[in-house]
């Protein structure tokens, strides 16, 4: 029996319940055909003397998910190890890369349409053979479009997963009626003076300035009002959180009752037992995820880790552990039945609801709006 056939007798096991996903890639890493993974082209890249691949993300319960359905099972399958490293922020983990020796770096779990230019703007990308990807075939449309606008000839990354910047609240304190009534003017509410939130992310405090100010995020015409407004909630937070597992920490002890969230950790903590609430207001900051690769990396390798992880039962065990719906289309995936209670799950796949931010705009008011937000959080 070839591996393709083996193949489908385990994915066909696997979907009628007869193996759990644990012991069904495993299975198939041993048998060295894991979703389409041609085990010639592995060997081919060791022979290249490439026995690692580096993989920088977000940490916590992100990391853990990739670790344990597709890092681990991909080694098992190719002998090729990924080493994961972890960053708190975009910003930081850039001027990383750009200080690095080519090749330090090899792909990157960015968020944003807007990170993917900058780094295409510093020349770090390469251009991917997407036969190389065949998994790319499941992927939403409009998730790839954006990208293409950036570099029409060629891509650097491939999309992995979408999610939404929305308002956490705690339920004990906050009641949903009141939330979605306030919607973003929660945050700047004194009535919780002392117990507001937020991250330290200037995209983050200019878009929700800019929502508490009632204007488009992605065309301001007052920016005094944004600033005004998030010196606002600066006073009036406790403080400003720098990662996820801080802002999970925070609200499950109850130290803030309400803040600006990740809507997948929201989840992991809705999950936990703890009440707490969620809401995107109208012109809430959606957001999409890739994964990039660097220029300098052992390419044919790095296309197949990502077409490893773009496999459908791959792709589905991930979302399913990091809380964030997926890039692939629901039209053509058959995603479960977690993935459609996630926040902003999309049944669709056209994300019509939601917002994104214009890269073009945001990455053009970057150096001035980041350095004025750096002032205004030292209190200017």
Known sequence: MDNTKRYER?????????????????????????????????GMARAQGVSQVRFDGWGGVVSEAFRQHAFDPYTEATGITVVDGTFAGADEYLAQVRASQEGEYNIAHLSGVFDYARYVGFDLDVPLNIDNIPNMQYVMPRLIEPYRLVTPDHLSAVPYNYGTTGIAYNRAHISDEEAREKGASLLIDDAYQGKIGGWSDWRTRVWYGALQ?????????????????????????????????????????????????????????????????????????????????????????????????????????????????PALDPQKVDLGDKIPTLPAFDPSGTLSGLTFANPEYWNGNEAEWSEMFGRVQRGF
């Not at 696997?14 to 495993?26: A, E, K, M, S, V």
């Not at 999950?271 to 220029?295: A, M, R, S, T």
Request: glycine share 10%.
């Open 213 to 325: 100010t009632g204007q488009d995020p992605n065309n301001i015409e007052d920016m005094e009002a944004v600033w005004d407004a998030i010196r606002t909630h600066r006073d009036l937070a406790l403080k400003y959180w720098a990662s996820g597992a801080e802002l999970m920490s925070l609200l499950a002890e109850e130290e803030i009752v309400v803040t600006e969230a990740w809507s997948g950790r929201v989840y992991a903590l809705q999950e936990q037992g703890h009440d707490i609430g969620y809401i995107d207001p109208p012109n809430g900051f959606g957001w999409q995820e890739c994964l990039f690769v660097i220029k300098g990396s052992p390419v044919e390798a790095c296309e197949e880790l990502l077409d490893f992880m773009l496999a459908p039962e791959t792709s589905i065990a991930v979302a399913e552990g990091q809380n964030y719906p």
């Open 10 to 42: 385990l994915r066909e096991r696997y979907r009628n319940g007869d193996l759990d996903r644990r012991t069904f890639l495993g299975l198939i890493g041993a048998a060295g055909a894991a979703f389409g993974l041609h085990t010639p082209f592995a």
